[in-house]
């Protein structure tokens, strides 16, 4: 069983008056523990499509299936479940809130998870420790530059230990330095815990960190393809 | 999630927005503070007036002249003159009124006193001595008169404390003569000091009723007749009685054409307090008005704090809030929001209530007692809470309804 299966799956935004098709149908599946990049320019879909996987949105057509069920035999409380313990996301302006240390951050989807109070801290320091901002733990969030943002991000997005991290174009607002720095811990989340990764990214540099590159162009999969072998060898020349 | 951290998480939301929040709970807190004001006060006034009933003691009866008047057009029935000596001499034969004690006639009118170049204008009361028991008033200087000074119609005065000063000044007074309605009264005694009181007496002459009828007032009736009951107990029985009795002398058959009333001591401190009541009630809703005006204050700031804080609620949701927790971080945040002012306005009205109270027992001679109720305490509480909940709700709804990626997206 797939973790992840899409078939036909339609978007439309309507305003009441006029209607923007985005999604015209696109069908794939993901399994768990890869690594995908979805690649695309700017209004290709890409963002709506990882919407409607993280349920943060809800498709007009197709059909989506997220461990075994369709999504739309989920009830609220069952997504907000999901989002909350099967889920984490990464976005491209990061969404920390203003005024609020780095640990509380990190522990505000402890909040509502049903994970006891009690192994809340040691949770919360250990993505933060995966992250390697440990050093930062009592900084206010908004005393933090881009890269170190972005890692807060990724250690909450971790901190309830999700099947799939989406990544919103996480290096989008950040320098190759520190966006690079980014990747990384996603690699390392993918290849040492073995959590499936979904990126979004415009940037192929980025994408090839991937171990398959969805390309979507006009709301359609342009092509579908691994590249399991190329990153590997990239992988190996960096090491060396 | 747990309610301790709803209530954190409400907290800081309004920890970010200190000023605003504070600010925003000013029409709570002065709605809860006048209601605890009038509502500490009326109950300040009602203790006062029954402590002046009660000052009657507990088991005094009053019987009225003609029949009570039941309203303005009623008026002309208090000048009745329908209690008259024999009446007064029937109820005095123990086998009519086994149950009273005592039984005092009493007549009462204005006039001015005059000595030397002074005057002043007072109420005259014609009693008998039994008055020094019933009303409990201690004299200060000299005596009071005695039965055979209402025999003789003697023209002996006891006054009160504020005659005696306007009169006399702070010479002794016992033993001078001055004048009312052309008649010369020696005064015999002085009356302690009392305070406002149900009677004002410190601005009475008190002389034997006898006198009083046929010197001063020109009457043959009685006003009232106080009666005092033998113990608390039988105070119904013998108003019982008194009635029986006057309606016999008078040839009554049916009760509601009696042309005399008889009330207690209880009777009338209910009634005093049941206007006193109405009268904190109507104040009480009058300041509650201001609550509603500050409960859409509430809501109109939190509505304000949920579009501004839309992204905040998008990756809430996002992260694994539910519906329900959005909707009670934003009830809470408002409920905390107008309990704290509730409880701001409870101490403020408790405090303005106890300045009013001290400053009217400094500055005037009402001994006012201050009093905070509990109960206006947990209605302010209450109301502030249920104000919360009521104009919270709308808000909190669009709060917990946002899209989480619509919310996400908001600039």
């Known amino acids: 069983m797939s973790l992840i299966e899409v078939e036909k799956l339609t978007k439309v935004y309507s305003d009441g008056v006029t209607e923007t098709a985005v999604l015209h149908g696109v069908s794939f599946k993901i399994e768990r523990g890869e690594f995908v990049a979805i690649m695309g320019p700017s209004g290709s879909g890409k963002s709506t499509l990882l919407h409607l996987l993280g349920f943060l949105d809800d498709y007009t057509a197709g059909a989506y299936k997220f461990d075994g069920t369709l999504a739309r035999e989920y009830t609220g409380d069952d997504i907000a479940a999901i989002r909350n313990q099967k889920l984490g996301f990464v976005f491209q302006s990061f969404n920390l809130l203003p005024n609020t240390s780095v640990l509380e951050n990190v522990k505000l989807p402890l909040l509502y998870s049903p994970i006891p109070e009690a192994e809340w801290d040691e949770r919360a320091m250990n993505a933060i420790r995966s992250v390697g901002l440990e050093h930062r733990t009592f900084f206010d969030s908004t005393r933090l530059s881009g890269g170190e943002r972005q890692r807060v991000a990724i250690a909450r997005a971790l901190v309830c230990n999700p099947e799939v991290i989406f990544a919103d174009e996480p290096t989008g607002n950040l320098d190759s330095k520190s966006g690079g720095a980014v990747i990384d811990i996603l690699q390392k989340l993918n290849k040492e815990f073995g959590h499936t990764i979904i990126l979004i990214t415009h940037e192929s540099e980025t994408a090839e960190y991937a171990e398959r590159i969805i390309r979507i162009k006009d709301g359609l999969i342009e092509s579908d393809t691994m590249v399991r072998a190329q990153r590997r060898a990239n992988g190996n020349a960096i090491n060396k | 999630m747990i309610i301790k951290h709803s209530i954190k998480t409400a907290f800081r939301g309004l920890e970010t927005n200190r000023a605003r929040s504070l600010l925003t709970v000013l029409g709570i807190v002065i709605g809860v503070m006048s209601i605890i004001l ?12 029954l402590d002046q009933v009660k000052g009657m003691g507990t088991r005094t009866i009053i019987v009225g002249a003609g029949r009570e008047p039941t309203g303005p057009s009623d008026a002309a029935q208090i000048f009745n003159d329908s209690l008259k000596k024999r009446d007064l001499d029937l109820l005095l034969r123990k086998e009519n009124t086994p149950s009273s004690k005592y039984i005092m006639p009493l007549v009462f009118g ?6 030397q170049s002074d005057t002043f204008n007072l109420t005259i009361f014609g009693a008998s001595p039994l008055m020094e028991n019933i009303f409990d008033m201690p004299i200060k200087d000299g005596s009071f008169f005695t039965d055979e000074d209402i025999r003789a119609r003697a023209k002996y005065v006891v006054i009160g404390n504020k005659v005696k000063k306007e009169l006399f000044g702070s010479d002794d007074a016992v033993g ?3 004048k009312m309605k052309g008649h010369n009264f020696r005064v015999i005694g002085v009356l302690a000091e009392r305070g406002q009181d149900f009677f004002n007496f410190d601005e009475a002459a008190i002389i034997p009723y006898t006198t009083a009828q046929d010197y001063v007032l020109g009457i043959k009736h009685f006003n ?19 009635k029986l009795t006057l309606r016999e002398s008078h040839d009554i058959t049916d009760p509601d054409k009696d042309d005399f009333f008889v009330i207690t001591q209880v009777d009338l401190a209910g009634r005093l307090s049941s206007i006193t009541s109405v009268l904190t009630i109507f104040l009480a809703a009058v300041a509650a008005i201001s609550l509603v005006v500050g409960g859409i204050g509430i809501m109109n700031i939190m509505l304000v704090s949920v579009t501004e804080r839309t992204k905040e609620i998008g990756l809430r949701k996002a992260l694994g809030a539910t519906y329900k927790d959005i909707l009670t971080q934003f009830l809470l945040e408002a409920v905390m929001l107008t309990g704290l002012g509730g409880l701001i306005g409870i101490l403020l009205g408790a405090f303005l209530s106890w300045v009013i109270s001290n400053s009217i027992t400094q500055f005037t001679a009402i001994a006012w007692t201050f009093s905070f109720p509990i109960s206006a305490a947990l209605l302010g509480i209450g109301v502030s809470g249920a ?3 009521i104009f919270g709700l709308y808000p909190a709804r669009k709060a917990a309804r946002k899209s989480p990626i619509e919310a996400l997206r908001y600039e």
């Open chain 2, 38 to 49: 009038v509502m500490s006060l009326g109950q300040g006034a009602q203790s006062l007036i």
């Open chain 2, 110 to 115: 204005a006039s001015s006193a005059s000595y």
């Open chain 2, 224 to 242: 009232r007749l106080i009666v005092e009951a033998e113990s608390e107990a039988l105070i119904n029985t013998a108003a019982e009685e008194i």
């Open chain 2, 387 to 389: 104000i919360g909940l």
């Open chain 2, 176 to 178: 001078r003569v001055f």
